[in-house]
């Protein structure tokens, strides 16, 4: 459980993190929070020789409304987003998502950009932002992009990130007062999702059901259609290849994902 060796240096600004990423090339990582990627480090399944320290960048962190949107820098720890007046109004799906995180510890350190790219499947926040329709802003030395959460998660703990860009932040829709639902079926407290499910507006995106967050678009079809939550829900595994561990074989996971797409459409948290 000792990482390889690798080079550290504490980026002084996002410039800074950009000029690092180029000139130190593939073999290095950025570090924000570093809850995932000590972990894998330590298990040698990531052996990077460089780290690029983005996690006290006070230009990544805060939260602020821009038009209909709320803007979060990929810095900003799961704690504050979870614990943002702004963010309960206006997203509260994905300030309720960020609570959900792990434990207290896990919240503090870890960040919303850190989870994005980091790209678990069973992960709450790319569920989450998938669920809402959101998007995340892209920086590198030839500008920024923007790219909407659906097309973001490209495969199993894979993204659209090109080498040389860094996740400055993302953008959430803000709907104060519209309903939604989250559920999130774990075996012991502070795990991930064995399976999850998150609804808003009738988008309805789905955790653990395949290599990337899904969204549930049978289900979707249906309820824009007119069937009831209820009826919508058992189309909710349409289309899904879920994996299989010694959590939940492929058929308890399609049958996790009806079950708790019809609490979520029921606004049930
Ligand atoms: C015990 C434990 C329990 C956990 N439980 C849960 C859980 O229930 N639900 C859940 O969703 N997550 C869970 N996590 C993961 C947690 O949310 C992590 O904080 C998160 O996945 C990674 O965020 P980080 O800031 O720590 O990223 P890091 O570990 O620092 O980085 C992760 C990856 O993202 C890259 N990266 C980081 N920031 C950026 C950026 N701005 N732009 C581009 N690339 C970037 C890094 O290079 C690295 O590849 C758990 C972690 C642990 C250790």
């Not at 720890?77 to 609570?99: K, T």
């Not at 992960?123 to 998007?135: E, K, S």
């Not at 009826?231 to 879920?242: H, I, N, V, Y």
């Not at 058929?251 to 606004?267: C, G, I, P």
């Amino acid at each position: 459980m000792i990482p390889a060796p690798f080079d550290y240096v504490a980026a002084e600004s996002t410039t800074h993190a950009l000029d690092l990423l180029d000139s130190l090339g593939e073999d290095a990582k950025l570090l924000a929070g570093g809850h995932s990627l000590l972990p894998m480090m330590k298990l040698r399944l990531a052996t990077p020789a460089a780290l690029i320290d983005i996690g006290r960048l006070t230009e990544l962190i805060g939260i602020r409304s821009d038009g209909d949107e709320l803007v979060i820098g990929a810095a900003t720890p799961h704690a504050a987003v979870a614990g943002s007046d702004l963010v309960r109004a206006d997203a509260p799906l994905l300030a309720h998502s960020a609570a959900q995180v792990g434990d207290p510890q896990i919240r503090h350190r870890g960040t919303i950009g850190g989870s994005l790219a980091h790209a678990d499947p069973a992960a709450d926040l790319p569920m989450a932002l998938v669920a809402l329709g959101g998007r995340v802003d892209l920086l590198s030395q030839d500008g920024t992009r923007s790219v909407a959460a659906d097309d973001f998660f490209t495969g199993f703990f894979e993204t659209s990130l090109e080498p040389g860009e860094l996740i400055a932040s993302v953008r959430v829709p803000r709907q104060p007062g519209a309903a939604w639902g989250y559920q999130k079926f774990v075996r012991r407290a502070n795990d991930w999702a064995i399976v999850g499910a998150a609804a808003i507006n009738g988008r309805i995106a789905l955790a653990n059901m395949g290599p990337t967050p899904l969204r549930a678009r049978a289900a979707e079809q249906a309820l824009a259609d007119g069937a009831s939550p209820a009826e919508a829900a058992e189309l909710a595994a349409e289309g899904t290849e879920p994996g299989e561990d010694v959590h939940a074989d492929r058929d308890y996971r399609r049958h996790l994902a009806r079950v708790l797409t019809r609490r979520a459409l029921e606004n049930r948290t």
